[in-house]
């Protein structure tokens, strides 16, 4: 039974990995934009590669940026791809018909979860590999840590993104919800200030958003001394609030 | 042996009641069809049938596999095509056919379903017609092979020549043996594709009845109606209305032609023209009742039968 469910799972999974790939705003946003980004910007802005005494003696492009990318992939994701293909799949009864089927609609959802974690592993390895080829940055100074932040950090944003689903009663609203949060949150995450340029009251709120928690966590995780506990425990209570939330107000049809 | 049995089902959303009273049975291989004005309770009644909502009262009994068609079995073995489910747009027709094949534990040929569907493996959801998108629809409700299959509103939308390629489908699902629930408002599609019908009006069921049983319940009378060169004798007149098939005749008068209207049952034609020779009338046409005269007759207690446009329902 449990064989039969992932075989399943799987065969929606890659379905729905086709669909995705067959978007090109899907693909452009979330893979294409972060990695063209980090190349462009860094091999042209005068100053991002050059070593920087306030970050340690690391270049601005090597952990804050590459981690900025990484985050950009995941929030795209989290906020914008996932909640707008679940809700558009409501409006449009495909979860309904899911459920005259002995397939639960819930196996639709994990699918898409699974190949939204799947996208954000491919931006995040390409952005990294590329990054290493073409302008030097280092590898995850802490593999695991950097793993273990992105794994908590995509369950977050994707967490929150279920929950918009959740409360959205349509696709348009769902789209402009997804695009209103999207820009303070990459705005404290650090996009366009960097957090330690960031005012000591601005920091401190962005401590305990889950983007400036996941921003931060990467950068320490990519060039710095690991993560720091606060922002690990951000990012477990929105993954935890955000999902439980979204399990209990989730409407099928 | 009745492969399902809907006994007093009554459904209700907080204060509203949905369906009031509803019962019938649905012999094995048989179209069965459920008509009803919007709002009737049709869909909610399938809904039951399916599973996918359950009765406030009443029970449905599925003879369709060894655990009575509980839970997972019932999914396996009703097939269903509900309205306003779509795909997604980017979607293959080839793709979701295999997808939805691999639910099941006995899946169908999905390329013979679409095949027999008219459509192209390669075609996108998003560029499908009306008439393909409710035909992929029935071939993704059969593609589990299923015993039964439930048709919600089929070919709602759709112009002449899609629906008569939807019906010529059903049709062919019959003949493969699939019992078929077909919840439809067209009269002629009752007529075309259903052996039997329930009508349901403000969630109760009206009459369940072949659609030529539920025609002749509504009076089921013929009218010839003639015109003659010459008015018709006291006598002639006197022998229509002698015969054992005629109930009333009547003639209006008009200078040197009258129309003559008989109504009547049985063989009206060949009994009148036995008294009468064809060669005396013009224009001669037959009017009966049809099934949207039943059909309004059973829910629509205003409707007389004196007048007799057949008006679609919106």
Redesign the interface.
């Known amino acids: 039974m449990t064989t039969a469910r992932t ?2 799972l799987v ?2 999974a890659a ?1 729905e990995a ?2 995705f790939l ?2 090109p705003a899907a693909v452009f946003f979330a893979v294409v934009l972060p990695v063209a980004l980090l190349l462009t910007l860094g091999a042209t802005i005068p100053g991002f590669r050059d070593a920087d005494p306030s970050l340690g003696g690391q270049r601005f492009v090597d952990a804050p940026f590459t981690s900025m990318m990484v985050l950009l992939s995941v929030v795209t994701l989290g906020l914008s791809a996932l909640p707008a293909v679940l809700v ?2 409501r409006e ?3 979860l ?2 899911l ?5 639960r609609p819930g196996a639709l959802l994990s699918a898409q979860l699974l190949i939204n974690v799947g996208v954000a592993v491919v931006a995040t390895a390409l952005t990294l590999g590329l990054g290493h080829l073409f302008l030097g940055v280092p590898p995850p100074r802490s593999p695991w840590a950097f793993a273990g932040v992105f794994v908590l950090g995509s369950t977050a944003m994707l967490a929150i993104g279920l929950l918009l689903a959740a409360v959205a009663p349509n696709s348009k609203v769902v789209q402009g919800a997804g695009a209103a949060l999207m820009f303070p949150l990459l705005f404290l995450a650090g996009m366009w200030l960097p957090r330690p340029l960031m005012p000591e009251l601005l920091r401190r709120i962005s401590d305990f958003t889950p983007t400036g928690a996941f921003g931060q966590a990467l950068t320490d995780a990519l060039g710095g001394g690991g993560p720091q506990a606060v922002h690990l425990a951000v990012l477990a209570g929105w993954a935890l609030a955000a999902g439980l939330a979204a399990a209990r107000l989730f409407r099928w049809q | 042996m009745a492969i399902i049995t809907v006994d007093h089902l009554r459904k209700t959303y907080g204060a509203r009641v949905a369906v009031e009273d509803v019962s019938f049975s649905v012999e094995e291989g048989e179209v069965f069809g459920i008509v009803g004005r919007n709002g009737a309770g049709k869909t909610t009644t399938v809904e039951c049938v399916a599973g996918l909502r359950t009765p406030t009262a009443g029970t449905i009994d599925l003879d369709v596999g060894p655990d009575g068609g509980a839970g997972a079995d019932l999914k396996e073995q009703v097939g269903v095509q509900l309205q306003e489910c779509s795909l997604p747009d980017k979607i293959r027709v080839g793709e979701a056919l295999s997808l939805y094949a691999s639910f099941y534990r006995r899946p169908a040929d999905w390329r013979a379903l679409a095949a027999d569907a008219g459509l192209d493996l390669r075609a996108s959801f998003a560029t499908l017609s009306g008439g393909q998108r409710q035909r992929l629809s029935v071939a993704l409700a059969l593609v589990g092979s299923p015993r039964v299959a439930i048709l919600d509103e089929l070919t709602t939308g759709l112009d002449p020549q899609a629906r008569r390629e939807t019906w010529e489908l059903v049709t062919r699902i019959r003949d493969r043996g699939v019992t078929v629930l077909l919840v439809t408002h067209f009269m002629e599609e009752v007529e075309r594709l259903c052996d039997r019908v329930a009508v349901i009006s403000r969630g109760r069921v009206r009459a369940v009845d072949t659609p030529a049983g539920l025609v002749a319940r509504a009076g089921g009378e013929q009218r010839l109606v003639f015109r003659t060169e010459r008015p018709l004798t006291a006598e002639q007149v006197t022998g229509l209305r002698a015969l054992p098939e005629v109930t009333s005749a009547t003639v209006e008068g008009g200078d040197d032609a009258g129309e003559v209207t008989i109504a009547g049952t049985g063989d009206l034609l060949s009994a009148v023209t036995a008294v009468l020779p064809a060669s005396l009338m013009r224009g001669l046409r037959m009017e009966r009742t049809t099934l949207d005269d039943a059909f309004l007759a059973l829910t629509d207690p205003s409707y007389g039968p004196s007048h007799a446009p057949s008006q679609e329902e919106s």
């Open positions: 075989r399943v065969r929606i379905v086709r669909l067959r978007e558009t799949y449009r009864g495909v309904r018909r459920s005259t089927t002995p397939v």
